[in-house]
């Protein structure tokens, strides 16, 4: 099976990333700091969803860092991709994703 990391999988934008590579047969380890920048109670709803829908996603609670891919024990295999989404508002109030 193919796995495929997703970050902010928590947020609105990562969640559906992730439910439509559920449902399309991916494996999927979703990476999520669960800060309060959106209502942390919104977050774990959104993955409750996903865990309704399938068995194969893990999720770690964790901030990205340089030695994400290594510490993290559910990061520690083989991913066909990797999906990184970040979605802050700068200080002009624009947002931007990278």
Do not use: H
Not at 24 to 50: A, C, F, H, T
Not at 90 to 98: E, P, W
């Amino acid at each position: 099976m193919r796995i495929i990391a997703v970050t902010g999988c928590a947020g609105f934008i990562g969640w559906k990333v992730s439910e439509k590579l559920l449902e399309n047969g991916y494996s999927v380890v979703g990476i999520d700091n669960m800060n309060d920048y959106y209502d942390p109670k919104l977050k774990e709803w959104r993955l409750e969803q996903l865990r309704v829908k399938s068995e194969e996603l893990r999720v770690t609670k964790e901030a990205i860092s340089k030695n994400t891919f290594t510490v993290i024990p559910a990061c520690r295999e083989s991913f066909s991709r990797c999906v990184g989404i970040r979605n802050r508002k700068k200080a002009s109030g624009q947002a931007r994703m990278t």
